[in-house]
């Protein structure tokens, strides 16, 4: 469903706007009647992240911290 809103609306309501919107509304805003603008929900705007979710998918070497080999650290002295 599509509403349009005048910008005074919009601007003393945004965020009620914006919960329309990522329940799926489109809102278009208004100038004298003319719409100028439309607000619309970002597909996959809102993701749930759950803790843990990476568990045994990065695997980190036990070398990680060791220093960098001196042919490397070299490479960076100029």
């Given at each position: ?68 080999p001196d042919d ?7």
């Open positions: 469903m599509t509403d349009q809103i005048n910008i005074h609306q919009a601007k003393t309501h945004f965020s009620k706007l914006l919960k329309r919107v990522i329940a799926g509304e489109e809102i278009v805003i208004a100038k004298s009647g003319k719409p100028i603008a439309k607000i619309v929900p970002l597909e996959n705007a809102i993701h749930q992240r759950k803790p843990g979710s990476a568990i045994g998918k990065v695997k980190i070497s036990p070398e990680f911290d060791a220093p960098l490397i650290l070299e490479s960076f002295e100029q």
